[in-house]
């Protein structure tokens, strides 16, 4: 009887100390965040700052609540602006992402591709991509096609460089494997080097979701009609700080959102990797 | 059925046409400081039909070196290796090759990974033959793995089914480099008297290389002694142990302990 007792009550022993350690973690977390708003509330009382140079936290809640407590169709909302910006960020990051696969694929399989490609790729890697936005707004305008160029520039690279790599990184085991069953170079592509480069790949479309909606916003900064980056620049004209500061909230939280949705997915497809490594 | 290791099939020089033959195989290879290496210097044996040959050797004697050449992964250097008459130039249908690590891929189920030699190269088209592949897990004993994935399976369970991958095509050769070698020694035993059960049911020709000593008495019809780098055969003993062999009884057999001995005086004085 005692020895029964014993294995549920030192396992509800220990899921006791997980949920301390847990209440503890959000004790700690919660803590910091009060501690910062309270900095920022005593640095702008304490220094008398302009709510033009920094609001109080509760002028940002409100500007908040203003754009999200609206219709979505309301053109003064964040709605319209962030579907706008979404839209061309999707765009360009399923263009630059299926580009950046395409041709690191072959860069991988191809050696004469991969000694053409490798200087280019690397040069234009080591540029900061942003800087040639301006360039792309001259040849393809103000509208949403210089958006979408520019997010599918900056998710290409870093898709271009991890899907090669991945490739590359297949094990030569497995490799071997395919020679042996006399493997297609298709086939052994599609059904060994592409899973085997899916951590990679993976870890580049994470990247380059974040890189697509940062060269949006860029790119709308350097002129558009709509989108989050032009709500920014209307409100900055303004000086309504607390405006801009409720948009980088929404932006902070999108690219949060953008981050885990991948990381989901990336557990659904890429179901092996961690169970192998437990 | 087989009874006993003296089935004329088995003699190196009987009757039966020999399914591999190397003669003065040869293989060389640049290291990265560019100096050329001779792995193998001029091999000759002869592997019959339905024979369980083992290939024990010290470390880097070449032993898998001339694995790869059988299974046509790399090409010889010199002198002539056929497989059933014909040279290889390449990897065969006929011959099913189990690595050193199972070597499954994880992204497919158990079902999906034995089933893949139907599925790619010269197996597609065909149509694959569920019932097949069932028997052969079943053989293995891990049917009830079949939609497991190989993650979810202990090293001796991956093993087996990689030995079912290999078998799928229906070889006529198994090549096995070390395939037991990872695993701990308890189920490497149970494994061997699987592999000898398999090899029993399916009549496959065995190449099967080890460093284990006491694994190759076990299991083979005749143990080839292979020298260090460059690797040459040492010596050829024929293993006349009765089959079926157990656990219990063939190391208790007499003759176990001295061949044995043998071997091991071999790869020593090698060694030293």
């Given amino acids: 009887m005692s020895v029964k007792a014993e294995g549920p009550a030192s396992t509800a022993k220990s899921r006791e100390t997980l949920c301390a350690a847990r209440l503890r973690r959000v004790a700690v977390n919660g803590g910091v965040f009060v501690l910062l708003l309270v900095c920022w509330i005593v640095a702008v009382r304490g220094f008398g700052l302009k709510s033009y140079i920094l609001p109080l936290p509760g002028d940002v809640l409100k500007a908040l609540w203003a754009g999200l407590a609206v219709p979505i169709t309301d053109k003064t909302g964040f709605y319209l602006p962030l579907w706008v910006t979404l839209s061309n960020s999707a765009l360009g990051f399923l263009l630059g992402s299926a580009l950046g696969l395409l041709l690191g694929s072959l860069m991988a399989e191809f050696r004469p591709v991969e000694t053409a490609i490798m200087p280019y790729a690397f040069a234009l890697q080591s540029l900061p991509k942003v800087a040639i936005a301006p360039l792309i707004v001259i040849w393809f305008g103000f509208g949403n096609s210089s958006k979408i160029v520019i997010a599918a520039t900056l998710t290409f690279f870093p898709m271009l460089v991890n899907s090669f790599t991945g490739l590359r990184a297949t094990e030569p085991d497995r490799i071997d494997l395919m020679r042996t069953l006399s493997g297609t170079r298709l086939e052994t592509y599609l059904l060994v080097k592409l899973p085997s480069a899916a951590p990679y790949i993976f870890a580049g479309l994470d990247m380059g979701a974040v890189y697509a909606l940062l060269g949006t916003i860029v790119a709308e900064f350097l002129g558009a009609q709509a989108g989050m980056g032009v709500t920014i620049t209307q409100l900055q004209a303004v000086s309504d700080v607390a405006g801009v500061f409720a948009c980088l909230i929404v932006l902070g939280t999108t690219g949060i959102l953008l981050h885990l949705g991948m990381r989901a997915i990336e557990r659904r497809v890429v179901h092996w990797t961690e169970r192998t490594r437990n | ?272």
């Avoid at chain 2, 024990?56 to 010199?78: E, Q, Y």
């Avoid at chain 2, 019932?131 to 202990?154: C, D, M, Q, V, W």
Wanted: net charge positive; hydrophobic share 45%; charged share 20%.
């Fill in chain 2, 1 to 272: 059925m087989r009874t006993d290791g003296s089935a004329a099939a088995h003699a190196p020089n009987g009757p039966a046409q020999p399914l591999i033959v190397a003669q003065g195989v040869s293989r060389v290879y640049a290291t990265v400081s560019g100096e050329t290496v001779h792995a193998l210097d001029r091999v000759d044996l002869r592997i019959a039909d339905g024979e369980f040959v083992c290939l024990v050797g010290p470390s880097g004697c070449g032993k898998s070196t001339f694995l790869r050449l059988v299974a046509g992964l790399d090409p010889c250097d010199g002198g002539r290796l056929t497989l059933g008459g014909r040279p290889v130039l390449g990897p065969s249908s006929e011959v099913g090759v189990v690595f050193q690590t199972a070597n499954l891929l994880p992204w497919f189920t158990v079902l999906a990974n034995v089933s893949l030699p139907l599925r790619v190269g010269a197996g597609r088209g065909r149509a694959v033959d569920n019932g097949r592949i069932h028997e052969l897990l079943t053989i293995a004993g891990i049917a009830e793995f079949a939609n497991k994935y190989p993650y979810e399976l202990s090293g001796g369970m991956q093993q087996r089914a990689a030995i079912v991958r290999a078998l799928a095509r229906d070889p006529k050769v198994l090549l096995m480099d070390e395939p037991f070698g990872a695993l701990d020694a308890l189920t490497r035993e149970r494994l061997n008297v699987e592999l000898l059960r398999i090899w029993q049911a399916s009549r496959k020709t065995i190449l099967l290389i080890t460093h284990s000593i006491a694994e190759s008495v076990f299991l083979a019809d005749r143990v080839l002694v292979m020298s260090a780098r460059p690797g040459r055969i040492l010596r050829e003993i024929p293993i006349h142990l009765p089959r079926p062999r157990t656990l219990d009884e063939t190391p208790a057999h007499p003759d176990y302990v001295r061949l044995m001995t043998e071997i091991r005086g071999l790869l020593y004085g090698e060694a030293l």
